[in-house]
């Protein structure tokens, strides 16, 4: 199947960087460490190519009640029209990013144990029936099988001791859990843990994370 996007047909492998950050680049430890994934992984082959969503650059749709009809009418498969059919085709064409690629690398904070709120209204944006998953009449079937995800997750402070990753950890775990949902079975993970205790420990964190990274972006 050729895919066809942003107007050209995609001819190379594709990686999609979803940046969860808001912190400057060259600043934020996750966009840092995704680019030398990202950086590597470009320089194999010329005819790779990489698309950024940024979810605080981009127009995510309201997940209002309009949007709330969307869902709800394709769970059901009802027919669309007016600006439920026109939110429905908005959430269709960001999926389409996500299909388009065959390497996802998501950059992700750490934000009370969890993820920022604007990753998440993405996810749940764009995690939708006949566009990330479908129903096989018992079960869901995640779209995305075959393509592979990387999660850098960047936290200030490590977890372990008073915070045992298994009680705290709504990061991770939690997208790892959607990659399943969605059907992707091949999940990286690269966590940079300490960024928040000055500069010396910060650098400290980052080293080996971008050395990981680069390892990656040449076998991905
Ligand atoms: C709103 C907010 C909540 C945070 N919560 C946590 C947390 O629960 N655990 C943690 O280790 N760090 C937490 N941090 C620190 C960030 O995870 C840390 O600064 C990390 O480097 C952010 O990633 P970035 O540099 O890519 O933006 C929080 C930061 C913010 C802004």
Redesign the pocket.
Known sequence: MEVIFNGHAKSGRHLLHIVG?P?KEG?????DVAEQLIETWLSQDSSRTAYTLDVWKTDLPDFDGVALEAKYASLAGVEMTGDVAKVWSRINEMGQLFHAADVIVM?V?????GIPYRLKHLIDAVTQKNVLYTFDGENLVGTLGGRKLVIVA????ALGGDYPEKEFDFQLAYLRTWARMVGINEVHAITVEG??FGPEADAAARGPARESARELGLVL
């Open positions: 950050s912190r600043i934020a430890a996750s966009i950059g904070p750490m934000w009370n144990f960047a936290r200030g402070a960024t928040l």
